[in-house]
Each structure stands twice: as structure tokens, then as C-alpha cells.
């Protein structure tokens, strides 16, 4: 019986610093997540040392989106 899978995402997801992660892409591309706004504030994060970034949520939902 074949393989029923016909596609594994091959991701790597590198931590930075605090909320900040780099995600390393197939195609050679690489992503920075973090938070921003409101989602800072609810976790307690400065933005005055860690660099506002979209989260992975604001990435999922325009994935949907799309």
C-alpha cells in the first residue's frame, strides 16, 4: 500500500531570544516570529528590548486566509 502522506513540511524553528523565533523554510526563505500589541502586553513582554514581530498566530490565520 502506498504512502498516504504526500507532503511533510521539513521546517526548522531556531529560538532567538525571549518570545523571538526564527523559522527556517524549504525554499531557503526564514521567517522571524514574535509578538506585538496586545499579545506583548498579555504575556508581560517589553517591547523596548525585544523588537515587535508578528506572531505565528498573524501567520496562520492569513495562511487560512489564503
Known amino acids: ?3 498516504p502522506v504526500v507532503y511533510r513540511s521539513k ?5 532567538v ?5 526564527r523559522a527556517h523554510l524549504p525554499m ?3 521567517v ?3 509578538v506585538h500589541d496586545e499579545v506583548a502586553q ?3 513582554t517589553d ?3 525585544h ?3 508578528s506572531t505565528t498566530l498573524d501567520y496562520l490565520v492569513a495562511a487560512t486566509a489564503g
Open 28 to 30: 531557503g526563505e526564514t
Open 32 to 34: 522571524i516570529f514574535g
Open 47 to 49: 517591547l523596548n528590548i
Open 17 to 21: 531570544r525571549g518570545p523571538v523565533r
Open 1 to 3: 500500500m502506498p504512502d
Open 11 to 15: 521546517i526548522r524553528i531556531e529560538r
Open 51 to 53: 523588537q515587535p514581530h
Open 42 to 44: 498579555h504575556y508581560g
